[in-house]
């Protein structure tokens, strides 16, 4: 069935540092593959998404590029903030964006001033 | 516009009692879907709907578990004797199925079993 592997956390990184999060998956057929964010006290969010390979998803600040080749969508940004403090998920949907979502562990950025 | 709606936020019951959730979706989403997140992990899919119909139930929904959408508006989780295992947050999240978009969670309800 299908599956997604995080990196192992937490992270904790001082503030203006570059973030990678690490994420690969497992599917059948051609996923969307998509970053959740929870930040304390709230729900899940859509931080970003990639539909087909090759695309990148972006959003304030973050990015993401789906590469089928590596069967990955790392998480990546160049100068983290106090405020991006929270728990990050990956998640792909197997048909489309209106599909059940399977998610990764998840993992909790702490960022430090 | 509120977004999703989960009622109540917190519930603490003791084994064996019957406990039930409700999630109202966005007002224009047809598809409402369910899932459970237990500490430290990611949220696991537990059934969807789309209108009224339930369209799919995971493996993880036993039969001491049940969801309606009676009016393909607001839907209700019910477990029955609950079980020290049922300890986590339960999320609901909608989307609308004619158009491409994501889905919009709820802040979940979480269940402490006693």
């Known amino acids: 069935g299908d599956s997604v592997t995080q990196m192992e956390g937490p992270v904790t990184l001082s503030e203006e540092a570059f973030l990678t999060i690490n994420c690969t998956y497992t599917a059948t057929g051609y996923p969307s593959l998509f970053w959740y964010v929870q930040y304390p006290g709230e729900g899940l969010q859509l931080l970003l998404k990639a539909t087909k390979a090759d695309d990148k998803g972006s959003n304030k600040g973050f990015e993401a590029t789906y590469r089928k080749e590596t069967t990955s969508f790392h998480l990546e940004k160049g100068s983290v903030q106090v405020s991006d403090s929270a728990v990050y998920f990956c998640a792909l949907s197997d048909t489309g964006a209106n599909s059940k979502l399977t998610f990764g562990k998840g993992i909790t950025l702490s960022v430090r001033p | 516009d509120t977004g999703v709606s989960q009622d109540p936020r917190h519930k603490i019951t003791k084994r064996g009692q019957n406990v039930t959730f409700r999630c109202d979706p966005i007002?224009?989403?047809?598809?409402l879907y369910w899932y459970r997140q237990t500490l430290g992990q990611g949220p696991e899919f537990l059934t969807y709907f789309q209108n009224e119909a339930q369209l799919e139930k995971s493996r993880l929904l036993s039969d001491r578990f049940s969801a309606e959408r009676p009016k393909g508006s607001f839907s209700t989780l019910e477990i029955q004797r609950t079980e020290q295992g049922d300890s986590a947050m339960y999320l609901c999240a909608s989307n609308r199925v004619s158009i491409n978009t994501e889905a919009f969670f709820g802040q979940g309800t979480r269940l402490t079993v006693v």
């Open positions: 007002s224009e989403h047809n598809r």
